[in-house]
């Protein structure tokens, strides 16, 4: 019963900043690599930023500079805070971990 639940989407102007949290269930976030991961029609799927199971963060080159992903593991949470948006980032952001997937949540980033 592993599941993992998205929160802080919406819209933001460009320029913008957003906080996006990964409740995760059923398995404890210490003991598992997670990443981000976001989905715009017509495309596929592609990482926004990883982090290891010892905590060691890496990022897609475009998101370098303007993303942390980061875990608050006493509460199997996870968090990828994005800056400086842009009209382009405007997809679904999905967590993962453990081969399971959140809903995922919709960012929507105006002009």
């Known amino acids: 019963q592993v599941q993992l639940v998205e929160s802080g989407g919406g819209m933001v102007q460009s320029g913008g900043s957003l906080r996006l949290s990964c409740a995760v269930s059923?398995?404890?976030?210490?003991?598992?690599?997670a990443a981000w991961y976001r989905q715009a029609p017509g495309k596929e799927r592609e990482l926004v930023a990883h982090?290891?199971?010892?905590?060691?963060?890496t990022y897609a080159d475009s998101w370098k500079g303007r993303s942390t992903i980061s875990r608050d593991i006493a509460n199997d949470t996870l968090y990828l805070e994005m800056s400086s948006l842009r009209p382009d980032d405007t997809a679904v952001y999905y967590c993962?971990?453990?081969?399971?997937w959140g809903q995922g949540i919709q960012v929507t980033v105006s002009s």
């Open positions: 993962n971990s453990m081969n399971f």
């Open positions: 059923g398995i404890h976030l210490k003991y598992y690599a």
């Open positions: 982090i290891s199971m010892i905590g060691t963060p």
